[in-house]
């Protein structure tokens, strides 16, 4: 069996446990994963934050984006401009957010662009991921593209009933030097 094809069978495999997770199990995972990205030294020394809009499979990530913007930070989200690519979108509260491509919350195309160079610390989604920091995404290459260019800090965030013991990995992914899970931070 190919990677591609093992991926695939795992994202199969993980649409159902994420299927069978309990409302309650979500609800105290997404506040335990917040707080512990909010205790992380990046996000506290961070000017400049990426974290992407969870939709309603993924972490919450909401509760994380407004309290940045209460401690004063600056807040960036993905943009979809196309297949496969995104940018960074300065926002200043959840409001400017619009239904976007594949119905992900999105800012406008008029908002301001931050570079990668500009980011300090990004909060990033998976379907899966291994403690060492392997990535399961959705197979749409976005996020492997954009941080093709990150000298940034950067977390993936997963819920610790969906870790997986080892991630197939190809040559273009880009494993993530931390994990936050609801259970604390793991690192290389």
Do not use: W
């Not at 299927?19 to 506290?44: F, M, R």
């Not at 500009?118 to 995404?137: H, K, Q, T, Y």
């Not at 996020?143 to 093709?148: A, C, G, P, T, W």
């Amino acid at each position: 069996m190919s990677v591609l094809e093992e991926k695939k069978k795992l994202r199969a495999e993980l649409k159902q446990r994420i299927a069978a997770l309990t409302p309650d199990y979500i609800e105290e995972s997404n506040k335990s994963i917040v707080q512990n990205i909010l205790g992380y030294p990046c996000y506290t020394n961070a000017k400049t934050i990426f974290c992407f809009v969870g939709t309603s499979n993924e972490i919450n990530t909401s509760a994380l984006i407004e309290q940045a913007l209460a401690d004063g930070k600056r807040v960036a989200v993905p943009l979809c401009i196309g297949k496969g690519i995104m940018e960074a979108r300065e926002i200043h509260s959840l409001a400017e957010l619009h239904s976007g491509m594949m119905g992900i919350l999105e800012p406008t195309a008029q908002s301001v662009l931050v570079t990668p160079a500009e980011i300090d610390f990004a909060v990033l989604p998976c379907v899966s991921c291994d403690r060492r920091g392997n990535r399961l995404g959705y197979g749409g290459g976005y996020y492997d593209r954009f941080l093709e260019k990150a000298t940034f800090c950067s977390v993936l965030i997963c819920r610790e009933q969906l870790l997986c013991g080892q991630i197939p990995t190809e040559p273009h992914d880009i494993a993530i030097p931390a994990v936050i899970t609801e259970a604390g931070c793991f690192s290389d």
